[in-house]
């Protein structure tokens, strides 16, 4: 991907809110972690789904065939985005929605001497669905310090909250707020060597715009993402092992199916954001074709794009490091060593001189440069950190789509205002 100023032009084509002009300039999505912009054919597949296709499942006609037929190809994409089988993968309304439906049925199965772990990296999205399920159950809940230096997940602190009384572990796979890409297979041989039991559930809702996710490599028994932060619609993903789905009881209404991964989802779901999801998918795959002919094996050429999406990426990350490291005023928070580039994503959480992260997203608003600033419910990081109370960081979220004349443009601003 991006191996020339060519192929970043016909990624960039895809997607048509990058065209958004203010005051005469293009501006600069530098929000990726908050939202991406969503890619053309899953814009289209959404509206067609809606203009053709709209209607319930489960009938006997033609609408509601071709929507049981949306939502199984939009198991397949999912399945071929996480390396799973299709029945392995839930949908709902956001990541957030997802893990309290799942944590509170874990929670059934917690009480009095159990304990559930939970890391100071995550977003509050995989802490307090945690810390709520514990509390029903009176279950301990053992916190994760991350290490301040260089905002990474501190092991030797992971290795003192586990026992062999674990049976939730809870860890972010990226931080949305730092760009911290944690050694997920490290963290699940530790859960497991301490309690072979234990649920180890992932947040890749970050992750998944930078990295290719194997779930089986990874070795986790759930994981949750979101598909408008990698390019698609606003709904939420979860692979969940099929042998804990099926264990597991979820709370849902008489008439639904008692099997398969329907079970777990309550209510008519988002069709239109189903069938834009596929879509999603499919661009992905096209990346890792370099944009050729369609065709072959989907998951594999996923897996391509994604590894191409990291590689273009890494080579961002390590340039911002290098050039904002030259800016006096500016600090960056988590990994700020250029040749560490690869241990995390384009995400920097920053703040310039003493002047307000609001006030800095502000002034870079009005420049056409949108990022975000606050704690972006990474509460417990912008705790530990001790910015939550003087409002948080600014972030900047690069992804594949940015260039380096925004990169650029974004150095050239802060130094302005450093
Ligand atoms: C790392 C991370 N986890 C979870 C969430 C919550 O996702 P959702 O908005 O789909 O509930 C976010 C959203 O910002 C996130 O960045």
Avoid at 58 to 75: K, L, N, P
Avoid at 134 to 146: H, K, L, M, Q
Avoid at 203 to 212: G, I, K, Q, Y
Wanted: aromatic residues 6%.
């Amino acid at each position: 991907m991006a191996a020339t100023a060519q192929d970043l032009a016909t990624t960039r084509a895809r997607f048509p809110g990058l065209g958004r002009i203010q005051d005469g300039r293009p501006c600069v999505f530098a929000d990726a972690p908050g939202g991406t912009q969503a890619v053309d054919t899953a814009i289209e597949a959404m509206a067609d789904y809606l203009r053709r296709s709209n209607a319930n499942r489960g009938g006997a006609f033609a609408t509601s065939e071709e929507t049981d037929r949306v939502v199984g190809e939009a198991r397949r994409a999912g399945a071929d985005l996480l390396g799973c089988g299709p029945e392995e993968v839930v949908f709902g309304p956001n990541m957030t929605t997802l893990c309290f439906a799942f944590s509170r049925s874990v929670g059934r199965t917690l009480g009095p001497g159990d304990e559930v772990v939970v890391t100071m990296l995550d977003h509050d999205a995989n802490i307090s669905p945690w810390l709520l399920a514990a509390r029903d159950a009176g279950t301990e809940v053992r916190w994760v310090d991350i290490r301040g230096e260089d905002g990474t997940l501190d092991l030797g602190s992971l290795q003192e909250a586990l026992s062999e009384r674990t049976r939730v572990v809870a860890v972010t796979a990226a931080s949305n707020a730092l760009g911290t890409v944690t050694p997920i297979r490290e963290v699940v041989r530790r859960a497991r060597s301490a309690s072979p039991e234990a649920i180890v559930v992932a947040d890749a809702v970050h992750l998944a715009p930078h990295r290719a996710i194997d779930v089986r490599e990874m070795g986790v028994d759930a994981l949750f993402c979101s598909a408008y932060k990698f390019f698609g619609p606003h709904l939420g993903l979860m692979f969940g092992r099929r042998e804990l789905l099926e264990r597991l009881e979820p709370y849902k209404v008489r008439p639904a199916p008692d099997a398969g991964p329907d079970r777990w989802e309550t209510g008519t779901q988002d069709h239109e954001g189903l069938a834009a999801l596929a879509a999603t998918v499919d661009y992905l795959a096209d990346v890792g074709r370099g944009f050729g002919e369609p065709g072959g094996d989907r998951r594999a050429a996923v897996t391509a794009g994604m590894e191409a999406i990291r590689a273009y990426e890494e080579d961002l990350t390590r340039r911002f490091l290098e050039e904002v490291a030259g800016i006096a005023g500016v600090r960056v928070y988590g990994i700020a060593d250029p040749d560490r580039a690869g241990e995390r994503t384009p995400t920097f959480a920053i703040r310039v001189g003493d002047h307000p992260p609001r006030e800095v997203a502000g002034e870079l608003g009005r420049r056409g440069i949108f990022v975000w600033d606050g704690n972006y419910y990474a509460l417990a990081v912008m705790e530990r950190l001790g910015l939550e109370e003087s409002g948080g960081a600014v972030r900047i979220g690069f992804c594949h789509y940015n260039t380096d004349a925004e990169l650029d443009r974004v150095l050239r601003t802060l130094r302005d205002l450093a």
